[in-house]
């Protein structure tokens, strides 16, 4: 009998395996040589902040229909010192939720690097981000609607690191 051998690749979040399994080393690296010894191998270390440069924290102050779309809606999201307009099709939005906001200039995991748009004829200065544009999971259904760890204007990676602690 033939036994198939295949790899399994996975990846986790430093702080998450540093709470779980107890971790005290002081950096990933020295943390994956243990894991390496220990239990399986690490293929390699990503550093995931550069991900998550220009994602902030919002809160959606204002919802309006899209004049001239059906499926869109056109925000005033605060993130912290400025209220930006952004036009959004995603189904699960609403007023004074907490959302990862990508802003111009931000290239996202995706290779999407988010510019000044003018969709249907609306102005959009950034984005609200899903899981999936955010390279944390496959979940396209929405927008990503954060917990009240997240405070408006945070940068998005802080609140990524709070969830572990």
């Not at 991900?51 to 902030?56: I, L, N, T, W």
């Not at 007023?95 to 802003?103: D, I, M, R, W, Y």
Request: glycine fraction near 10%; charge should be negative.
């Amino acid at each position: 009998m033939r036994q198939k051998i295949c790899k399994i690749s996975m990846k986790y979040n430093y702080n998450w395996l540093k709470n779980i399994l107890g971790l005290t080393k002081s950096t990933p690296e020295e943390k994956g040589e243990d894991l390496a010894v220990d239990s399986s191998e690490i293929e390699g270390l990503e550093k995931q902040t550069q991900k998550f440069d220009g994602v902030v924290v919002g809160r959606i102050l204002e919802i309006e229909k899209h004049p001239n779309a059906d499926r869109l809606q056109v925000t005033k999201t605060d993130i912290g010192g400025e209220i930006l307009q952004i036009v959004c099709g995603a189904p699960n939005i609403q007023v004074g939720q907490l959302v990862p906001v990508a802003t111009v200039g931000t290239k996202l995991s995706n290779g999407l690097e988010i510019k000044e748009a003018e969709i249907r004829g609306v102005k959009s200065f950034g984005m609200l981000c899903a899981a999936d544009e955010l390279g944390l999971g496959s979940d396209h259904s929405g927008i990503m609607v954060l917990d009240e760890k997240a405070e408006v204007g945070m940068k998005f990676v802080d609140y990524i690191n709070n969830l572990s602690e």
